[in-house]
């Protein structure tokens, strides 16, 4: 590491700079809930969003640019383009969940985009729509219109992150049926290369940014189980914690599931066994 300079840490990632085009971004197993980080991790939670990541992007190039370089033996490790990031989330729901579905309950619409009435919670809406948000640096993103967006990152460039987010999500979506799983929603972030060029940047339809759902016992109407940090919030919500700093320790049956968890949606996407993975992680590279 001695070639890279630590320029950011986020709630998972740790950034470096390679140079001015290149940075490193190191996927740790750190887990936060309510925007809080555990003191636990999640072993080997890092190596699959980055080997997820690394999957999706080999594979949505010919949809749209991305920036990708070079995937490291470690496995949680990726060198990328620097961009200059949009100041949005670009988020496409299928399914009325999360936020979504609490928006749609309080005004019939999602992002100011009027939804039929009488849906259910986790229902497939009737075409996937995308919703953009703020990114908080503190706290929750928020929702915004597409008006709002469009103003922060003007016109051309929102028309262009919103056509390739819609085109990325009915791309996932179909692989991920095929593979038993429904995508309910995910969250894109793009940003502008030295050369001009809009891309696909960050992580890339992981557990982390996506909702994915078994779809064997799919039923709307409820909540549905999912391949991310459920066991955490369900503890979280049960043990008494406030969902202020700090965050509380984690039993080891709730790390020793999610971890379970995350590994399944990674072998199910991919169709890759883990354990290949962490033998040479260019298998996910096709």
Sequence with gaps: MAEATHVASGKVREIYSLDDERLLLVATDRISTFDVVHPTPIPDKGRVLT???????ARTRDIVP????????????????????????????????????????????????????????????PEPIFTPATKASVGHDENITEAEAAALCGEARYEEAKEAALALYAFAAAHAEERGIILADTKFEFGISSDGVLR???????????RFWPREGYEPGRSQPSFDKQFVRDWCEQSGWDKTPPAPELPEEVVVGTRARYIEAFERLTGVAFERYLEGPEVVLG
Aim: with cysteine.
């Design 51 to 57: 080997g997820l990541s690394a999957f999706w992007l």
């Design 66 to 125: 991305n920036h990708f370089l070079e995937l490291r033996a470690d496995g949680r490790s990726m060198v990328c383009r620097r961009l200059e990031m949009l100041p949005i989330e670009c988020v496409v729901r299928g399914y009325l969940a999360g936020s979504g579905w609490k928006d749609y309950r309080a005004t019939g619409a999602v992002s100011g985009q009027e939804l039929p009435e009488g849906l259910r919670e986790s229902e497939r809406l």
């Design 200 to 210: 696909l940047g960050d992580e890339v339809l992981t557990p982390d940014s996506s």
